[in-house]
């Protein structure tokens, strides 16, 4: 089951109608027309281009804005949206999709074969610079237009993760003649056929998107097929959480999203207010060592961090109990998810500072370990402003790990892009995907070519050619279940050898006053505002 509701009251639907609502709305016939949801989002999005963006936040945006081919259930079977059907070859490599003829994007574009060709075109070329979009797109290689509303895609190799993939946002379909338009700046000025049509965007205050008043293609995981029921969304950028929160609490905007923890619980109990609640599936939030650099290279020194960091402590202690730990560099949910790690590893400082005397690291000044006149010193990047903790996290870590004589620098800066992604200066740094098929693992662990790691540096670096086999062979397996034997052997070995250390599951929380009715939740977890209503 891809999809966890945690919200009291709403134990059997994926939307937030308590049944005192339901009976309202059924006794009033049509729900309620019109009105402004104001929802207030924990970050900036970098980008509302969903082919360029990475940003978990960006998506909760612009999917208010982007529809995909296909849509995605709960149970993780595909349904049609902008494409009516489609068949697969018999060697698994090309798809032909069948696509509505009645859509057009917000622009008067008519949306037909030569868009979605346009838009998985844009993805690969390079210039895009569509990091994540393209990941999620391959192995594509080139589409072919065989009449006005029918599309060919070709793959290099079978993907048993294709359909699944095109279904995320990042792979929405945008509008050649907008992005041909604004260019680098369509991330500004997006285009595209869904519910709600972009109005503005004001830099680290709000998005605002207004309702589309010509939609009818609405996909099978929301009720309200047709146009949205709410006039406008105004997203507001708040990312002081106490502020985020009380604005609600205050009545001053009706939804925020990222609830402190502290707050959950009360929330639960507020009679004016509401907390709806969804795990996210993907990848947990998760450190990687840089195994470039010595002495991360070597897996004894991976090791000895491992058995000393205790990840449990951090969970209780950051989230009270509102996050569940992680064990895996999946989560639970997502096909394949092996269990059995759960409990596998556990504090043990007498191995850490065995592995580490091994190494030749011996304790000097002050208890930190040294080696040739050097100290071990473990470079800890974070890129956020303490999103869900994260900055606490290294402060706790850093408190741990000079236990067995690590010495760790925290180094919190915004500069990702050329710290991590272009030089891959850090020993640890850490990361969460959202994403709804275990091949995401092999952007993260599959070795990469000197080519590719010219252009953007992989996480962490490691390379093992038996790992690149099993994650090749869970691209191509069709068989689910011999898929999740596959993708059970990654993970195993992805721990055994410490490549990571994962720490927590994101449940996805949002704080919303019980005036607002009806936000639903895709199965990786971001909401959706088509059946949304205000009272």
């Known amino acids: 089951m891809a999809l966890l509701l945690l919200l009291s009251g709403c134990a059997n639907s994926t939307g937030t109608k308590n049944s005192s609502a339901e009976k309202n709305e059924k006794v009033e016939g049509q729900p309620k027309q019109g009105g402004e949801l104001t929802y207030a989002l924990a970050t900036s999005p970098d980008s509302l281009d969903p082919h360029r963006s990475g940003l978990a936040v960006a998506v909760r945006a612009f999917r208010t804005i982007f529809d995909s081919l296909v849509v995605q259930e709960p149970d993780n079977s595909i349904k049609p949206w902008l494409a009516n059907e489609w068949t ?127 939609y009818q293609w609405g996909p099978s995981i929301v009720e309200n097929k047709e146009a949205p029921y709410l006039d406008r969304i105004t997203f507001k950028i708040i990312p002081e959480e106490a502020t985020r929160i009380g604005s609600v609490q205050s009545g001053q905007i009706l939804a925020a999203e990222t609830v402190p923890p502290q707050n959950i619980v009360s929330l639960k109990n507020d009679p004016k207010n509401q907390l709806l609640q969804v795990n996210t599936i993907g990848l947990p939030y998760t450190l990687f060592f840089n195994q470039r650099k010595e002495p991360w290279n070597d897996v004894r020194a991976r090791k000895a961090v491992q058995f000393a960091v205790d990840v449990e402590a951090i969970v209780k202690t950051l989230y009270l109990n509102t996050y569940s730990r992680a064990w895996s560099p999946l989560t639970p949910g997502i096909l394949g998810y092996d269990k059995s790690l759960e409990n596998s590893n556990s504090v043990d400082l007498d191995k850490a500072n065995e592995l580490l005397d091994e190494l030749g690291y011996v304790k000097g000044k002050e208890g930190i370990r040294v080696k040739d006149g050097r100290q071990l010193t473990l470079n800890y990047v974070d890129g956020t402003p303490n999103r869900e903790k994260r900055n606490d996290i290294a402060v706790i870590i850093q408190q741990q790990l000079k236990k067995i004589g690590i010495k760790v620098e925290i180094n919190i800066t915004k500069d990702i892009a050329s710290i991590v992604q272009q030089n891959a200066d850090y020993d640890l740094y850490g990361n969460s995907q959202v994403n709804s098929d275990p091949n995401a693992l092999r952007a993260f662990y599959h070795t990469t070519t000197p080519q590719e ?18 994650l090749e ?61 205000i009272k």
């Not at 290689?141 to 793959?155: A, G, Q, R």
């Not at 294709?162 to 000025?189: C, H, R, W």
């Open 453 to 470: 790691e010219a252009t953007i540096k992989r996480l962490g670096g490691g390379s093992n050619p038996e790992l690149d086999q099993l």
């Open 473 to 533: 062979e869970g691209t191509v397996e069709l068989d689910p279940a011999k898929r999740a034997d596959i993708y059970k052997k990654v993970q195993q070995k992805i721990i055994d050898e410490a490549w990571i250390i994962p720490i927590y599951v994101f449940p996805y929380t949002v704080a919303a006053t019980k005036t607002v009715n009806g936000i639903k939740f895709d199965p990786l977890g971001y909401p959706l505002f088509n059946d949304v209503t």
């Open 88 to 214: 697969v070859s018999e060697d698994g490599k090309s798809y032909t999709f069948k696509l509505r003829e009645d859509v057009t994007f917000h622009d008067g574009t008519p949306f037909n074969a030569e868009a979605v060709k346009y838009s998985f075109d844009r993805i690969i070329e390079p210039k895009t610079q569509a990091r994540n979009s393209v990941a999620l797109l391959r192995p594509y290689e080139s589409s072919e237009v065989l009449d006005e509303f029918t599309i060919k895609i070709n793959l290099s190799t079978p993907s048993s993760a294709f359909l699944s993939n095109l279904s995320q946002a990042m792979l929405g379909i945008v509008s050649p003649t907008a992005a041909e338009k604004y260019g680098d700046q369509f991330g500004k000025n997006p285009v595209g056929t869904g519910p709600y049509k972009f109005v503005s965007w004001t830099e680290n205050a709000d998005i605002v998107v207004e309702k589309n008043n010509d």
